[in-house]
């Protein structure tokens, strides 16, 4: 049941993402629109957007702290937004794009478990728990 719902977290994000992408950068190819159809087509995009994130946060958060929820949402968002950019916006992606991608992959790395002052304070309390009450 762990790997599922860490599936469907990541899943979720995914579809998340692409369409907050769409909501976000979706409109540029279409400058000649009037900004106000663009705003409220963005926004309509943006709630299909959140019918995946929210979910996705709140089953998410019993696998992943916020912390965590939002650098492997960060790191989705990098990816779709890259595939977005060179598919639909015809951009280039230079070296630095990808210098900036490994330092992302760099923040999962620090943050897949908790801090050393955490993960002390959590044993610390967890042995409290175990041992007997010294009756108050």
């Known amino acids: 049941i762990e790997l599922f719902s860490i ?8 579809f998340s ?7 976000w950068y979706g409109h540029l190819k279409h400058k000649e629109s009037p900004l106000v159809m663009a705003i409220v087509v963005s926004w309509l995009i943006a709630f299909v957007e959140y019918c995946f994130q ?26 779709v937004f890259s ?8 951009a ?14 760099g923040a999962v790395f620090l943050v897949r478990n908790e801090s050393p002052m955490e993960a002390s304070r959590a044993a610390s309390q967890a042995q409290q728990e175990q041992s007997p009450s010294s009756g108050h």
């Open 7 to 14: 599936m469907l977290t990541i899943v979720l994000l995914i």
């Open 54 to 79: 929210v979910p996705a946060n709140r089953w998410g958060s019993s696998q992943f702290s916020a912390v965590q929820l939002k650098v492997i949402q960060e790191i989705i968002t990098l990816v």
């Open 17 to 23: 993402n692409v369409f907050m992408t769409i909501a």
């Open 92 to 105: 280039k992606l230079g070296w630095n794009h990808l210098v900036a991608f490994l330092l992302i992959v």
């Open 83 to 90: 595939i977005f950019a060179v598919w639909y916006l015809d």
